[in-house]
Structure formats: structure tokens, C-alpha cells
């Protein structure tokens, strides 16, 4: 097959959404971090989720970005009249664009003003036996959380559809199906933001070898988790079509791949969860396991002409 710009745009989009899913996560998990510190090892904990604050910043152009790429991808090529590329962002159909691109950019200020605070926090907490009061944390966990629901309302209204409802679905069933949609993507996000973790842990250690293996293990069983319903799904789906033996061979090979691509990635950060490895090699190659299953539809639209 001949492969067009708009192909490498499918396939950048689908990449980079893995980003928008660790930056959806990540303030979650920057809470909880937090949350910990209360019992104990503030100090490993206040360095490591503020280093761990710095990059959620720096990540946080990417939904924004992303949510304009898939804009243009889409609907872009369709121009209103008089109103040029963005046209289509100022009319119902391109309303979830628009409000997922907003909603996204407020996150973006939120996890600014929450970066900041918690910077401006730590300088002069008092630490009490290595512990410290979440009190004198509130605003930045509540800058952090108020990010993470607007990265999960991101996720909702972008999948709304504003260009009005079908005439069998009702209000109540739309809302319920586009928020359990949103609710699954948020919680596989998950996994994104744990492997974002690891390779942030892995290439810029903190702390001593002991703590930081336990916050790798900490952050591996996000990253397995995440994924660990929708590679159920799978799984059932490529045992079905196999048993079924009614589609054509590239099909099953390609549910095979789906399916080998996300189980080796949690594989990957199992090994790393149960503590027998923590080698940067480990979470490299847990990386690319999940590039290559978001990679999975693009690629099979390269080897179906094929097969």
C-alpha cells in the first residue's frame, strides 16, 4: 500500500496519545506520592515528586497538542464556509474538539500554579522524624486532583457528540456510555503514566538504591494495571476469532500482535512489580512493547494488502 502523509499523522496521533494518557494519570499518582509521605521517607518523597512535578509540567502542552492534531486530522479537512481550517471548531460537530482542547489548557495552568506551590512548599516544610503534615501540602493536592479532573473531563468531551444524539439513544444512556468510555480510558491512562514514571526513575535516579527500588515496584504496578483489563479483552477477542476461524488469517495475526505487544509490556513491568529486575533495559523495552501495541491498527493496515 502506498503510505500517505495522513497514514504517519494516524500513526504520530496514536503514539503521542500515549503521553496525553501519563499526563491525565500522572497528578493522581503525584498525590498519592504525597499521601505517603506522611508515614515516613519525606525527604526521598518530596525530592522524588518534585522532580516527578517539573516533568508533569513539561508534559502538560502535549493533550492540548494532541487534541488539535486530532482536530486536524479529522475534521480539519472539511472547511465550513468563510471560516478557513478552524472553521469546524466553532460548529457542533467540532464542539468536543474544542472543549477537550480548553478543558485540557486549564490543566495545563492547574498543574503550573501546582508545580509552583509545591516547590514554593518544600523549600521550608518541616520535617518531623522524616514525616511531614499533608496539610501544609492542600494546595498543591488540590491543584494536582483539580488537573486530573479536567484531563478526565478532556477524555468525556471529547467523545460527546454535540452534533446532537441519535434518535434511539436517550440522554441518560448517552451520558452513561460516553462517561464509562471516558472512566476506562482515564483508568488505563494508568499504565502510560506508571511507565512514564519508570523511565523518568530509571534515566534520573533519586535517593538511595533501597527506596528507589521500592518506588520503581510502586510505580510498575500502575503500569500493569492500567492495561490489565483491556489485555483480558483482547485476549478473549483473539481466542474467539481463532476458535471462530471466520476471518481471514491477517485478522487473527493481527489480534495475535495486538494481544503478544501489551502482554510482553506488562510482562515487562511485572518483572520490575515482583522485584527481580529494575534494569533501565527492562522498562526501554516495556516501552517499546507499548509503542508497538498502539502501533497495532496502523500496522495492520501495512500488512493486510500483504497477507
Request: glycine letters at 8%.
Amino acid at each position: 500500500m502506498q503510505l500517505s502523509p495522513l497514514f504517519f499523522a494516524d500513526w504520530a496521533s496514536r503514539l503521542l496519545a500515549l503521553l496525553v494518557n501519563a499526563e491525565a494519570a500522572l497528578p493522581v499518582i503525584l498525590v498519592l506520592g504525597l499521601v505517603a509521605g506522611r508515614r515516613g521517607n519525606a525527604g526521598f518523597i518530596l525530592a522524588a515528586t518534585s522532580r516527578l512535578a517539573r516533568f508533569v509540567l513539561a508534559l502538560a502542552i502535549v493533550p492540548p497538542l494532541w487534541y488539535f492534531l486530532d482536530y486536524w486530522n479529522q475534521i480539519a479537512p472539511f472547511p465550513v464556509s468563510g471560516g478557513g481550517a478552524l472553521g469546524p471548531l466553532f460548529i457542533r460537530a467540532g464542539y468536543g474538539w474544542l472543549f477537550a482542547i480548553l478543558a485540557s489548557s486549564c490543566a495545563l495552568f492547574c498543574v503550573w500554579l501546582a508545580a509552583s506551590a509545591l516547590t514554593a512548599a518544600t523549600a521550608d516544610l518541616p520535617l518531623d522524624d522524616d514525616r511531614y503534615e499533608l496539610s501544609r501540602l492542600k494546595t498543591p493536592v488540590f491543584l494536582f486532583l483539580l488537573a486530573a479532573t479536567l484531563y478526565f473531563l478532556s477524555f468525556w468531551l471529547i467523545n460527546w457528540p454535540f452534533a446532537g444524539l441519535p434518535p434511539e439513544l436517550s440522554m441518560e444512556r448517552a451520558v452513561a456510555a460516553v462517561g464509562k468510555n471516558a472512566a476506562r480510558r482515564y483508568f488505563m491512562s494508568f499504565s502510560a503514566a506508571g511507565a512514564t514514571g519508570l523511565a523518568l526513575a530509571a534515566v534520573f535516579p533519586v535517593g538511595p538504591p533501597a527506596l528507589r527500588r521500592l518506588a520503581m515496584r510502586w510505580l510498575a504496578f500502575w503500569a500493569a494495571a492500567g492495561y490489565l483489563p483491556r489485555l483480558l479483552t483482547i485476549l478473549g477477542l483473539t481466542i474467539g476469532v481463532a476458535v471462530g476461524n471466520r476471518a481471514p488469517n491477517y485478522d487473527l495475526l493481527f489480534h495475535v500482535l495486538d494481544a503478544g505487544s501489551l502482554l510482553c509490556a506488562l510482562l515487562c513491568w511485572t518483572l520490575i512489580l515482583i522485584g527481580k529486575k529494575t534494569s533501565p533495559l527492562i522498562v526501554a523495552a516495556g516501552w517499546f512493547f507499548l509503542a508497538a501495541h498502539a502501533s497495532a491498527p496502523c500496522l495492520r493496515r501495512v500488512l493486510a494488502p500483504l497477507l
